[in-house]
């Protein structure tokens, strides 16, 4: 199975954004500000970047940083509501 990494394009026009679906898999389509998340390749990033970033109705595109932040979390104080009774 291939890695994925997830990407955010900012576009100018939502309708031409349509056609990123043949880089990788859209998965969300922000209409109000313009932008979209995609999943592509891990090891073909960089090439698909500079690719999306020569089309006249890409602003930008940014690596999303989602896997790189820890979404495990321990809390040294009890939990309150554990310890609450009927």
Same mark, same amino acid.
């Given at each position: @199975? ?14 031409? &954004?349509?056609? #990123?679906? $043949? !880089? ?8 109000? @500000? ?14 698909? &970047?500079?690719? #999306?970033? $020569? !089309? ?24 309150? &509501? ?5």
């Amino acid at each position: @199975m291939h890695e994925r990494i997830g990407a955010i394009v900012w576009v100018s026009d939502i309708k031409s &954004a349509r056609g #990123l679906e $043949k !880089f990788g898999s859209v998965h969300y389509i922000s209409k109000r @500000m313009k932008y979209v998340v995609m999943y592509m390749d891990a090891a073909q990033y960089e090439a698909t &970047a500079i690719q #999306l970033s $020569k !089309f006249p109705y890409v602003k930008a595109v940014e690596r999303s940083y989602r896997t790189e932040i820890r979404t495990e979390y321990s809390s040294s104080m009890p939990d309150k &509501a554990k310890s609450y009774t009927y």
